[in-house]
């Protein structure tokens, strides 16, 4: 099967076509019509239309703009989670990178002791792509992800620590507000993936202490 979530498809027998909001099995798909009602239907049975983009997909393959920027970012790498433009009961997943790093981003998930290699790719500064798509509905039996991701740079800065990240989302991961995800130019769920340093301040520490005792 070549199709996708959000794939704009059309029906071979009937006058009919919609957006992919599921997939069922590996022969059978869910097609969400324009009455919002999802069809069950043979993946044999429907065709792609070409020239259909989603806006996740123009977003996503747009080249980013190059700002100057005063300063090098080195944090900021997150899992954003946004919902299909056509259809809320689809989930996208990018990876959003908005430190000054080049990052080499890999995903794999696991489901029943099963692993699948998902998305292998360079990822560039300020920049964001998507890595997965899974039905919102769903989120309980999600499979877990692995993510790892290797910082670089030409610039004459020490590279971070790789990031190896193991996690099964949860519906309480989504139980936060949106927030906007201005790479993305839309809202969605950020999950942070690069932790920042912790900054101890030596005065405070000591003044913590004698405080205890």
Known sequence: MNFKLGDFVRFVDENLEGYITRIIDKDTIGVT???DFEIPVLASKVTLVHGEVTDNDVVTNRP???TPQTEFIKDGVFLAIVTDQHSNSVAHFHIVNETSFQLLISLTTEKGGDFKGEFANILAPHST???????LGDIQIWPK???EALFNTVANIEPKPPIVIKRSLKGKDLSVAKVDIALLKQ???LIRLDETEALIDPQKL???FFKSH
């Not at 792509?129 to 039905?135: E, G, L, P, R, V």
């Open 129 to 135: 792509k998507k890595i997965y798509s899974d039905h």
């Open 33 to 35: 019509d324009a009455n």
């Open 64 to 66: 980013a703009p190059v």
């Open 206 to 208: 000591k003044e913590s």
């Open 187 to 189: 809202k969605g769920w």
């Open 145 to 147: 992800f692995i993510i």
